[in-house]
Each structure stands twice: as structure tokens, then as C-alpha cells.
Nanobody
Framework: QVQLVESGGGLVQPGGSLRLSCAAS????????MSWYRRAPGKERELVAR???????TYADSMKGRFTISRDNAKNTVYLQMNSLKPEDTAVYYC????????WGQGTQVTVSS
């Protein structure tokens, strides 16, 4: 059974940091591209960052320099380090895996507020 389980969300003040984790199981994690998406209230889901099977990364323009995606294939886990958080980063963050099939996690809420 495929599972993507996100963790690490929460409430943080503007300028703060959070690290999201996504633990994967049920598929060959190392061969899949892994991504983080987010959906803010009233907005469409958008790509935050992607890391391919060999470690190449892609970021949305608004996240470049603030967010870092990484993966640990030994732990079947992908991470999103988020620094210099802004109120507009408030959203539900979803983990995504794609290659032969596409899988989604349930999401973790990130709220940036003072």
C-alpha cells in the first residue's frame, strides 16, 4: 500500500523556519521524482519544489533562496526546509511522488502569523 505521510507543519512567526518531512512507503522511492506542492486559501495548488531521482532540483520563483528540498533515499524521506517564512506562505503543503504513477500525501498545514 502506497503511503506518503507529511509532518512538520505548524504555526510560525514571520521570518521563522520550518522543516517539513514526507515519509514514503509502498513504492520504489529512489526512482521517483518527489515534489512539494501547496494550496493557499482561495488559491490553486502550486508547485513549490521538485527533486528528481538523481538529486536535481527545481523551485518556484517565489521560493528560490528561501526553501530547500532534499531527499534521503535510505530513509525513503523527502524534506522541505523553509526559511524566512512570510504570511503568504500560509497553506497546506502536500508531498507528491511521480514516475510510473502519481501519489499524494494528505497534507500538512503551515501557518505563518504573528
Amino acid at each position: 500500500q502506497v503511503q506518503l505521510v507529511e509532518s512538520g507543519g505548524g504555526l510560525v512567526q514571520p521570518g521563522g523556519s520550518l522543516r517539513l518531512s514526507c515519509a514514503a512507503s509502498g513504492f520504489t522511492f529512489s526512482s521517483y521524482a518527489m515534489s512539494w506542492y501547496r494550496r493557499a486559501p482561495g488559491k490553486e495548488r502550486e508547485l513549490v519544489a521538485r527533486i528528481n531521482s538523481v538529486g536535481g532540483t527545481t523551485y518556484a520563483d517565489s521560493m528560490k533562496g528561501r526553501f530547500t528540498i532534499s531527499r534521503d533515499n535510505a530513509k525513503n524521506t523527502v524534506y522541505l526546509q523553509m526559511n524566512s517564512l512570510k504570511p503568504e506562505d500560509t497553506a497546506v503543503y502536500y508531498c507528491n511522488a511521480i514516475r510510473y504513477a502519481q501519489y499524494w500525501g494528505q497534507g500538512t498545514q503551515v501557518t505563518v502569523s504573528s
